[in-house]
């Protein structure tokens, strides 16, 4: 089933692609109209995903998707993140990892006693 901001005029969906498609395989930590945030399958860390199926989104909307992802590690974990926004698996669609600085997966990153 196609997610409903798929059907929005002017929001490019692709039903072939990953990311498009939403599936909540690992922990979601925020959504809305924009974009939403999981943990990557792959690195464990959280990821942010554009709701368009477009990889190049203007600067302004890049800046909103990571002070949103931003905001999801300062309220669930404990590093200090850098901003990875090489698409390597997916490079069709945007979306930007936060990594711990110095490091680049995020296997047993520790989180908050209130997350």
Not at 12 to 40: G, H, K, M, N
Not at 86 to 97: K, L, W
Not at 98 to 111: Q, W
């Amino acid at each position: 089933m196609a997610p409903q901001w798929s059907t929005q005029p002017g929001r490019p969906f692709d039903p072939t692609c990953d990311l498009c498609e939403e599936a909540r395989i690992t922990e979601w930590f925020f959504e809305d109209d924009d974009c939403w945030i999981a943990e990557c399958e792959i690195c464990s860390v959280p990821m942010v995903v554009w709701r368009n199926h477009d990889n190049r989104p203007a600067d302004d909307v890049k800046a909103m998707l990571h002070s949103k992802l931003f905001d999801v590690v300062g309220t669930h974990f404990e590093f200090e993140p850098w901003v990875d926004d090489n698409m390597r698996n997916i490079p069709d669609h945007y979306h930007a990892h936060a990594r711990p600085k110095g490091a680049f997966f995020g296997h047993g990153l520790r989180r908050k006693p209130s997350a």
